[in-house]
């Protein structure tokens, strides 16, 4: 089985942008964006389908949320946006709302193979799905640290003058202000991070870890400042996970998934027609372990607040 079916929950920004992705890169045979607000839906989806000739062949459809099909993998994007002075975990209340009607009339209807969420605080409500699907054959996922570990090793090429497919470094834990930096296990090339730094140079200390951290964890704050939320970015990193499950299978992504007692969050995970494997736990310095465990406490502490 492969990725052959997608359904989108959600025909905001996020969605159309992961729409837009899978019909550029062909990762779907059928794509179907579902909306409690139908007109949006089908308005999206004929405006996908008046490009086609241009497009490898894809059956687009726009639907109902209350007319979901079996899909190989559903991805799910509805919910609020944070706002400006806000984080992610700032709408929980909101969208875990948004999260309950939305998984009762995908129950109503049919369950996927696979379920990637999206929606802010993705973590919490990765767990939320997790607990409430537990049993019942899907595979459950947020996208996780995904594109902040796209982001954290753009930032370490750019500093060190490297292409970035050279950098292999990872965040882990919340997909939020918890999240964390792995420096000491990353490298470029076949060097660690601070053997290439000494070799070229580069003064890579306290101050210039502090800064690139910076830059990554504001990076969708950033965007949401200037254009109201961050949508092609993460609509890609879902691309590069759909492509995984499908086609490039085994290929390592950081994920959202079970890490703890009754916690999700992000750890590398091998990706394939099944969802997700079970997460490869980096090695971590003293000072990234405690980071780790301060993340999951956090998460742990928003999870009190889902309904029981």
Same mark, same amino acid.
């Given at each position: ?15 159309? #942008?992961?729409?837009?992705?899978? $019909? ?5 045979? /059928? ?20 490009? @086609? ?15 979901? +099909? ?5 991805? &799910? ?9 806000? %984080? ?10 948004? @999260?309950?009607?939305? !998984?009762?009339? &995908? +129950?109503?209807? *049919? ?7 999206? %929606?802010?605080? $993705?973590?919490?409500?990765? +767990? ?20 902040? %570990? ?9 500093? =060190? ?7 292999? !470094? ?11 930096? $792995?420096?000491?296990?990353?490298? &470029?090339?076949?060097?660690?991070? *601070?053997?290439? #730094?000494?070799? /070229? ?20 704050? *950033? ?7 961050? %949508? ?10 759909? /492509?995984? &499950? ?17 916690? =999700? ?14 997460? $490869? ?15 999951? #406490? ?11």
């Amino acid at each position: 089985m492969s990725a052959e079916r997608v359904g989108i929950v959600g025909s905001g920004g996020v969605g159309v #942008a992961c729409a837009w992705t899978i $019909l550029l890169q062909g990762l779907a045979s /059928r794509v179907t964006l579902y909306d409690r607000k139908i007109d949006r839906a089908v308005g999206e989806a004929r405006d996908f389908q008046h490009a @086609m000739p241009l497009l490898t062949r894809c059956d687009v459809r726009g639907a109902s949320l209350d007319a979901i +099909e079996p899909e190989d993998v559903l991805v &799910i994007t509805a919910g609020a946006h944070t706002r400006p002075g806000s %984080t992610r975990l700032d709408v929980l209340d909101e969208n875990i709302k948004v @999260m309950e009607s939305t !998984a009762a009339a &995908i +129950e109503s209807r *049919a369950l996927p193979t696979v379920a990637i969420v999206v %929606t802010s605080p $993705l973590d919490v409500l990765t +767990e939320y799905l997790t607990r409430r699907w537990a049993g019942r054959g899907v595979s459950v996922m947020g996208s996780g640290t995904s594109l902040d %570990t796209l982001r954290f090793s753009e930032a370490i090429a750019v500093a =060190c003058h490297v292409h970035s497919r050279s950098v292999h !470094a990872w965040v882990v834990g919340e997909h939020g202000d918890s999240s964390v930096f $792995l420096f000491d296990g990353a490298t &470029i090339g076949a060097k660690p991070l *601070a053997e290439f #730094a000494r070799q /070229r140079g580069i003064d890579v200390g306290d101050e210039w870890k502090a800064d690139i951290e910076r830059q990554v964890r504001t990076a969708a704050y *950033a965007v949401r400042d200037l254009k109201g939320s961050a %949508t092609h970015g993460i609509g890609l990193a879902v691309g590069g996970i759909l /492509r995984c &499950i499908g086609r490039e299978n085994g290929f390592l992504i950081p994920v959202s998934v079970r890490v703890a007692h009754e916690v =999700c969050a992000s750890l590398p995970c091998a990706l394939g027609p099944e969802g997700a494997s079970l997460p $490869l736990f980096p090695p971590m310095s003293d000072h990234e372990r405690a980071a780790w465990d301060q993340s999951l #406490a956090t998460l742990a502490d928003a999870n009190a607040r889902l309904p029981a």
